[in-house]
C-alpha cells in the first residue's frame, strides 16, 4: 500500500528566505505527483503536477521535482513572502491503482514578516 | 466561474439520520472524488468516479456511498451516520482520473453528535 511522508510537519521562516517541502513515497511505481496549498478553513488549490516522465515543473516562484526512483519530491519555493504561509500537501497517484490518490499530511509553512 | 460546489458547508447531525451531501462541477471533469481530512490523518480517499455510472472504493469506504447518475454530480450518502464520521469533507475532479490538474471545493464541515 502506498505511503506518502512530509517532513518537516510545520516550518517557520522569516520573510525572503528561500526553501524546501520534502513529500516521500514508498511505491515508487506512480503516475504523477501533485503539490496543493491549503488554507485554513478552505479547500485545496493546485500548484504544480508532475508526471511520472518528467522531473521537475516550474510555476513563478515555486519548483517542483521528482524522482520516481528515490521515492522523493520537493517543493523549492524561492524568496518566501508572508501570504506563502499555509498547509503544503503533496498526492500521488499509484500505479496499479487507477483513480486511487493518497495523500501526505501536509507540512504547515509560517512565512514571518 | 470554474469551480466545485460543495452544499451544505457545515451541517451538525444525530447519529443514524441520512443524510446527502452534494458536490458539483461545472468542467465536464470525467473523474471525481470524496475526500475527508482528519487531523493526524490527512487527507484519505473515500470514491471516487472515473466517468458516469463507474465509481470505485477509496481507502475508507465504509459507511458511505455515491452514485454517479450524471457528469456533473456526485453526492456522498451517509445511510445511518455515526459520531466516527465525524470530519471535514472534500469533493474534487479533475479532467480525466491521471495527469491532470485536481479541483477542490471548499469543503463540509460534518458534526454527528
Known amino acids: 500500500k502506498q505511503e506518502v511522508t512530509q517532513i518537516p510537519a510545520a516550518l517557520s521562516v522569516p520573510e525572503g528566505e528561500n526553501l524546501v517541502l520534502n513529500c516521500s513515497f514508498t511505491d515508487s511505481a506512480i503516475y504523477n505527483l501533485q503539490w496543493f496549498r491549503q488554507d485554513p478553513g478552505k479547500g485545496l488549490t493546485s500548484l504544480l503536477l508532475?508526471?511520472?516522465?518528467?522531473r521537475e515543473q516550474t510555476s513563478g516562484r515555486l519548483n517542483a521535482s521528482l524522482d520516481k526512483s528515490s521515492g522523493r519530491s520537493t517543493l523549492y519555493i524561492a524568496a518566501s513572502q508572508p501570504g506563502d504561509s499555509a498547509t503544503y500537501l503533496c498526492?500521488?497517484?499509484?500505479?496499479?491503482?487507477?483513480?486511487?490518490?493518497?495523500f501526505g499530511d501536509g507540512t504547515t509553512l509560517t512565512v514571518k514578516p | 466561474e470554474a469551480q466545485v460546489t460543495q452544499n451544505p458547508r457545515y451541517l451538525i447531525t444525530v447519529t443514524g439520520k441520512k443524510l446527502t451531501v452534494t458536490c458539483s462541477q461545472n468542467m465536464n471533469h470525467e473523474y471525481m472524488s470524496w475526500y475527508r481530512q482528519d487531523p493526524g490523518l490527512g487527507l484519505r480517499q473515500i470514491y471516487y468516479s472515473m466517468n458516469v455510472e463507474v465509481t470505485d472504493k477509496g481507502d475508507v469506504p465504509e459507511g458511505y456511498k455515491v452514485s454517479r447518475k450524471e457528469k456533473r454530480n456526485f453526492p456522498l450518502i451517509l445511510e445511518s451516520p455515526s459520531p466516527n464520521q465525524t470530519s471535514l469533507y472534500f469533493c474534487a475532479s479533475s479532467s480525466v482520473w491521471v495527469n491532470t490538474e485536481a479541483f477542490f471545493g471548499q469543503g463540509t464541515r460534518l458534526t454527528v453528535v
Open positions: 498526492a500521488v497517484i499509484s500505479g496499479g491503482s487507477a483513480g486511487k490518490s493518497t
Open positions: 508532475i508526471q511520472s516522465s518528467q
